[in-house]
């Protein structure tokens, strides 16, 4: 067996003593003599599961008692219409700041459900900066304030929690949760897609202050509705119980390894590295502005783009997958998630400036 390492935007690489253990695990779960997979979603094996999964997420997060903590389905995406759904209120609008491509999916589907006020957006300058926070534009009539702290596609990452002036601060954290610490009371709101930085695709963590829910449109469909879930512990229908099985190892990992603080030191290392190979070099090039440079996805052009097929080829044949960058911004992305190894990123860097030296060379026959 070999495995690569895989810089996929997600789903993406997942920690191997996690994959390890879901193996040994697979047959028989516990002494129960069944696969989680098998389990009654309300029967005690499960709960088991489901109780210490939400319990070590709060203790990673530090997430306090009067936040809900909700397991869904849907992926972010069902979130950029529950949101609105749910949120409103009496409210007609809501603000939403453009940093990318996701927030910009999210303000399309807001658009279905309320008048959007566009607080602030970096669109004129192709999403490589964030616009500075006090020329935003801030509606107090706004049901709340939605931002992405990480644009996965475009590399752009906000480095703390911007001020909402005392409107519900929403995120979509989707690839950067779990990657550094934040302090949950600034927000309303914050969820994310599992495929990245949690687990296999099919889970969407929910985090909700207690006081938001309870005023959703009655026309919300109850699997969509905050509060519905809230109260059935997210288990309103069946779960998509082996996805929570695994959502729960990756956490355990995460805990033993150190919780949030270590791995946030270890993205910062592996993120540094890679960066600053990238600026001393002559071949690539990273296009956003230093100060919200992403750690978990990172584009880079290179200087000639014929040169790409043979860039990404010889990645894959040594062992660096899915470098592709995102198909509306062109060139690679390598997306270094808390599973990404330190070792991965410097085989990367390896790779790379191996290639550069061949370039080079080959340029100067
Ligand atoms: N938001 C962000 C920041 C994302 O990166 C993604 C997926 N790449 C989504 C939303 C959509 O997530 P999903 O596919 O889980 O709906």
């Known amino acids: 067996m070999s495995r690569v390492y895989n810089f996929s935007a997600g789903p993406s690489m997942l920690p191997e003593p996690v994959l390890q253990k879901a193996q040994q695990e697979l047959l028989d779960w516990h002494g129960s003599g069944m696969s989680v997979m098998e389990m009654s ?3 005690k094996y499960f709960s088991a599961i489901a109780e210490k999964l939400e319990g070590d997420m709060r203790d990673l997060l530090k997430i306090p008692k ?3 903590v909700l397991f869904l389905q849907g992926g972010a995406t069902a979130q950029f219409a529950m949101i609105p759904m749910n949120l409103l209120g009496e409210k007609s609008k809501a603000c939403y700041v453009k940093t990318g491509a996701w927030s910009a999916k999210a303000i399309k589907e807001a658009g279905k459900y309320c008048d959007v006020v566009l607080s602030a957006s970096s669109e004129d300058n192709n999403f490589t900066s964030i616009p500075q926070r006090d020329e935003w534009v801030v509606d107090p009539q706004a049901a709340y304030l939605h931002y ?3 644009e996965t596609i475009h590399g752009v990452e906000f480095s703390e929690a911007p001020e909402a002036n005392g409107l519900p601060l929403i995120a979509d954290m989707s690839s950067n949760i779990l990657s550094r610490t934040v302090d949950i009371e600034k927000f309303g709101l ?5 495929q990245k930085n949690m687990g296999p ?3 969407t963590l929910v985090i909700v202050r207690e006081d938001l829910i309870g005023n959703a449109d009655p026309k919300t469909p109850d699997v969509f509705n905050y509060a519905i879930q809230a109260k059935n512990n997210s288990l309103l229908n069946t779960a998509p119980t082996y996805n929570w099985y695994m959502l ?16 946030e030191q270890q993205n910062i290392k592996k993120a540094e590295k890679l960066y600053h190979f990238i600026d001393h070099s002559n071949l690539y090039r990273n296009p956003v502005e230093v100060s919200c440079r992403s750690r978990m996805n990172i584009p880079f052009i290179l200087n000639d783009s014929d040169l790409d097929s043979r860039f990404l080829q010889a990645a894959e044949a040594a062992g660096l997958a899915e470098l592709k960058g995102h198909r509306s911004v062109g060139g690679m992305r390598a997306s270094i998630y808390n599973a990404m190894p330190e070792e991965g990123v410097d085989a990367l860097i390896q790779f790379m400036s191996e290639f550069e030296r061949i370039q080079n060379f080959v340029s100067n026959i």
Do not use: C
């Open 66 to 68: 009067h936040y809900k």
């Open 190 to 194: 914050i969820y994310a897609g599992s």
């Open 148 to 150: 992405t702290p990480n």
């Open 201 to 203: 695709a099919g889970v």
């Open 248 to 263: 729960g190892l990756v956490l355990e990992w995460l805990k033993e390894l150190g919780g949030i603080e270590a791995i």
């Open 41 to 43: 979603h309300r029967g």
